[in-house]
């Protein structure tokens, strides 16, 4: 529901920033919270869902005075997961397999198990993206 490039507004009306991300997972309906920019490039800070008090076409607005968002820390880019199924065959080597199937996993196609700042392009795009619409 909620779009980058809308408005982010503090408990007076005044605005703070724009939405820049919106954190969570869409296919089980789940709202962690907002990444914002406070300014063209800066780092964007993240906005927990529990501040949101009202979302309207274009805005939202938080229960945070502006002193209060500019002390919000940095958003942090959530860590990639990956899960592989293996097609289970059975049999004796079937244990061995999927052993084998895991390691080659982790080092060809390695993941994420960290959170991690946004780097300039990224931050770049996201600029772009918002006055895109």
């Keep these: 529901m909620i779009r980058p490039g809308w408005k982010v507004l503090a408990t007076d009306g005044g605005a703070v920033g724009e939405v820049d991300e919106v ?10 919270g907002l990444a914002i920019a406070t300014s063209a490039l800066g780092k964007p800070r993240y906005v927990p869902a529990e501040v949101v008090v009202e979302i309207t076409e274009g805005a939202v607005r938080l229960s945070l005075t502006e002193a209060q968002v500019a002390e919000l820390g940095e958003y942090l880019e959530p860590a990639s997961s990956e899960t592989i199924v293996p097609n289970s065959k059975g049999g ?13 996993g982790k080092l060809l196609a390695p993941t994420q198990r960290h959170e991690h700042p946004m780097n300039m392009w990224r931050r770049i795009a996201f600029y772009f993206k918002r006055r895109s619409g």
């Design 23 to 32: 954190a969570g997972d869409d296919n089980e309906d789940i709202f962690d």
């Design 92 to 104: 004796l080597g079937e244990s061995l397999g999927a052993e084998l199937r895991e390691v080659e």
